[in-house]
Nanobody, 120 residues
Framework: VQLQASGGGLVQPGGSLTLACKASGLSLDDYAIGWFRQAPGKEREGVSCTGNGNTYYADSVKGRFTISRDNAKNTGYLQLSSLKPEDTAAYYC????????????????WGQGTQVTVSS
């Protein structure tokens, strides 16, 4: 099983990015998917997750980030908009068969990080 995250980069404040998480070895439509981030010197933070009809966004990203999935492509996405310098972090995708486990970060599968840097 592998989750391949991509789409990070350097963007100016107010800009947008779309992160992708391509899964292999499992069918994402059988799993809850989520995104977490970790900035240097800070603890890992749950950003967003979706599964079993539930969707969660951290307060810090509500209205700016959108999680989605394309089961035909076996890929999850996180659209980031109105980016702020405090959004700078390594972003990790994750998948778990149980939404509640994913919500608390108890995850079966992690992808590698993709770096998002918001700076002018």
């Amino acid at each position: 099983v592998q989750l391949q995250a991509s789409g990070g980069g350097l963007v100016q404040p107010g800009g947008s990015l779309t992160l992708a998480c391509k899964a292999s070895g499992l069918s994402l439509d059988d799993y809850a998917i989520g995104w977490f981030r970790q900035a240097p010197g800070k603890e890992r933070e749950g950003v967003s997750c979706t599964g079993n009809g539930n969707t969660y966004y951290a307060d810090s990203v509500k209205g700016r980030f959108t999680i989605s999935r394309d089961n035909a492509k076996n890929t999850g996405y996180l659209q980031l908009s109105s980016l702020k310098p405090e959004d700078t972090a390594a972003y990790y995708c994750a998948a778990d068969s149980t939404y509640s486990k994913l919500r608390r970060g108890d995850v079966d599968y992690w992808g590698q990080g993709t770096q998002v840097t918001v700076s002018s």
